[in-house]
C-alpha cells in the first residue's frame, strides 16, 4: 500500500511559490494516477478545514486522508 505522509496543498510561507495551491481537481487526479491510498497534508501554519473535507470528499473512494 501506498502511503504518502508529507503532502502540501496550499503555499503557506511567504517564499513559496503559488503553485503550491492545488485545485480539488488536481488532487484528485494525482491521488488517481499516484495509487496512494493514504495521505497526510502537512500545510506549515495552516490547516485549512473547508479544503480538507472537500478533498476528503473528492478522493474518499479512493484514498483516505489525514
Known amino acids: 500500500m501506498k502511503i504518502d505522509f508529507h503532502c502540501h496543498t496550499i503555499k503557506s510561507k511567504s517564499e513559496e511559490s503559488e503553485e503550491r495551491n492545488v485545485s480539488v481537481n488536481l488532487f484528485k487526479e494525482k491521488v488517481l494516477l499516484s495509487g496512494v491510498k493514504i495521505i497526510a497534508i502537512t500545510n506549515h501554519n495552516i490547516f485549512d478545514k473547508d479544503q480538507y ?7 474518499k473512494d479512493n484514498c483516505k486522508i489525514w
Open 53 to 59: 473535507y472537500e478533498f476528503k470528499a473528492a478522493v
